[in-house]
């Protein structure tokens, strides 16, 4: 009987060991897998973005009228996808500062890609996909931010349509921007 309570005692001992050893590699190559994923992520959403920035940039320079639809992979896990046009007086004339901010959840938490565009960028969009604002004072000037709708930023593919346009500001001047909108084909 003794012998049986000793090999049940070795044989607990040797499964716990076993547990103690490959417990805290198993979650190490879990938690390496998990970050490297959301790395990946985070380097789709910013090829995203930039894909729509260089598509826009390369279309402005063909001028006003011109029209695009550039099909892309939506990433998942985006949050938000605003257009920020800040006005900034200047002697003579008013100076405008364009970014694409794209909000996306990593490991629960909130960031921020920031992307400023070579060119002037907004949206037009009138099928309230998105929804704009107005500030008088955003950190210290006006600013306009149109957000893209959240049922508009599900993963998957979609088209955007880009075209250069002649925008108003909500002051009255005139600017030469490329718009972009997300379309339903």
């Known amino acids: 009987m003794g012998l049986r309570a000793q090999s049940a005692i070795e044989f607990s001992l040797l ?8 417990l805290p590699i198993f979650y190490f190559f879990i938690s390496q897998g998990m ?34 639809i550039l099909s892309m992979n939506m990433p998942e896990n985006i949050l938000n996808m605003t257009f920020i046009t800040i006005q900034k007086p200047a002697d003579d004339k008013n100076t405008y500062e364009y970014y694409l901010k794209i909000d996306f959840l990593k490991k629960d938490e ?51 349509k880009l075209e250069v346009v002649n925008w ?12 972009v909108q997300r379309v339903e084909i």
């Open 35 to 68: 970050e490297s994923r959301m790395n990946i992520l985070e380097s789709q959403i910013e090829h995203f973005g930039r894909k729509l920035l260089d598509e826009s940039r390369e279309l402005y320079y063909l001028g006003i009228f011109n029209k695009e």
């Open 15 to 22: 499964l716990a060991l076993l547990l103690l050893i490959f």
């Open 110 to 160: 909130v960031n921020s890609i920031i992307l400023s565009p070579e060119v002037p960028l907004t949206t037009l969009d009138s099928s309230n996909m998105y929804t704009c604002a107005f500030e008088e004072d955003y950190q210290g000037y006006a600013a306009m931010e149109c957000k893209l709708d959240s049922t508009s930023l599900a993963p998957g593919h979609k088209d955007f």
């Open 168 to 179: 108003q500001w909500p002051e009255g001047e005139n600017i030469i921007a490329v718009s």
